[in-house]
């Protein structure tokens, strides 16, 4: 029986068991390739990050799989992965360790912020946002499936937008109306064929604390997770999202997962040009470790 060892983290969080849990498995080479996604099935987390290391201690290989299929890119395992790696492998001062994790959509580069010998905030830089199909033709239809009326929701358009996984931004009026979404599986399995199958992200632009801008909630069934406490890679477009339509000046800080009992804050800070076209998205947040063990397996 072979093993390899694993850590966890609490991503987006400065507390323990706030935020998205993410599993980092720092070294898997001797994992055979059909066991990745069984392992992160049984782990049963929003992702598990499974690491192959260079030789070079700011270069890393990265995979992230979720319960149900292996994602090109993902924000809070960016995160997640870069603040274990700042922590485990380097200990600048107060300085700022910059390094590269490969991924399926190519190299994303990070930045880790270190406070008194520690990690304090992990940044990461992420793929120009694509602006995709609009589906406000299915406005009635999706507001049902969120358990939502069609006046619940804003003007600006309901949009695919992807930085590198595709999400649909479907923007809701009030905070109130957000947190009380109930996300209709029936009415997604009857919708998912034209909405492309991408996944839905639901967003009102305005915070439940006194520090958060943008409040929202992320539903990704077909990927395992039917609800997400923190998503990086949906908060990237949502930013990008709300620039373009100038519904509120950044940055911001995004709040998710209050619903879920797993409160999550994501920085936000997005730059376009004068012709309002985006040309840089970062995120960035908080962890906290939370424990470490060995998988057994076949």
């Given at each position: 029986?072979?093993?390899?060892?694993?850590?966890?983290?609490?991503?987006?969080?400065?507390?323990?068991?706030?935020?998205?849990?993410?599993?980092?498995?720092?070294?898997?080479?001797?994992?055979?390739?059909?066991?990745?996604?069984?392992?992160?099935?049984?782990?049963?987390?929003?992702?598990?990050?499974?690491?192959?290391?260079?030789?070079?201690?700011?270069?890393?290989?990265?995979?992230?799989?979720?319960?149900?299929?292996?994602?090109?890119?993902?924000?809070?395992?960016?995160?997640?992965?870069?603040?274990?790696?700042?922590?485990?492998l380097d200990h600048p001062s107060d300085a700022v360790f910059n390094f590269v994790l490969e991924q399926k959509v190519g190299p994303i580069q990070v930045a880790v912020a270190f406070k008194n010998n520690l990690p304090e905030l992990a940044t990461m830089d992420m793929p120009t946002p694509r602006f995709g199909t609009k589906y406000d033709h299915l406005r009635t239809e999706?507001?049902?499936?969120?358990?939502?009326?069609?006046?619940?929701?804003?003007?600006?358009?309901?949009?695919?937008?992807?930085?590198?996984?595709?999400?649909?931004?479907?923007?809701?009026?009030?905070?109130?109306?957000?947190?009380?979404?109930?996300?209709?599986?029936?009415?997604?399995?009857?919708?998912?064929?034209s909405l492309n199958n991408a996944f839905i992200y639901a967003f009102a632009p305005q915070g439940q604390t006194a520090t958060g801008d943008l409040h929202g909630r992320m539903f990704a069934p077909d990927a395992g997770i039917l609800e997400?406490?923190?998503?990086?890679?949906?908060?990237?477009?949502?930013?990008?999202?709300?620039?373009?339509?100038?519904?509120?000046?950044g940055p911001y800080l995004s709040e998710q997962g209050f619903e879920m009992g797993r409160p999550s804050f994501i920085h936000i800070n997005i730059e376009s040009n004068s012709q309002n076209k985006i040309e840089s998205v970062k995120i960035g947040g908080n962890c906290i470790f939370v424990g470490s063990g060995t998988f057994f397996y076949d």
């Open positions: 029986m072979r093993r390899a060892n694993y850590f966890l983290l609490d991503v987006f969080t400065k507390k323990r068991y706030g935020g998205n849990q993410l599993a980092v498995f720092p070294d898997a080479r001797e994992i055979p390739e059909d066991q990745l996604q069984k392992i992160a099935k049984e782990l049963n987390l929003s992702e598990t990050v499974y690491l192959t290391p260079t030789g070079d201690s700011k270069k890393y290989k990265m995979r992230i799989f979720t319960p149900g299929l292996e994602l090109p890119t993902a924000g809070h395992p960016t995160i997640g992965t870069a603040f274990y790696l700042a922590r485990e999706i507001a049902q499936m969120l358990d939502l009326q069609e006046s619940d929701l804003l003007e600006t358009p309901i949009q695919e937008v992807s930085s590198g996984v595709p999400y649909i931004i479907v923007p809701v009026r009030t905070l109130e109306s957000v947190r009380k979404i109930s996300f209709q599986t029936n009415s997604w399995k009857a919708l998912k064929k997400d406490p923190a998503t990086g890679s949906a908060n990237g477009p949502l930013g990008a999202y709300v620039k373009y339509y100038e519904l509120k000046e």
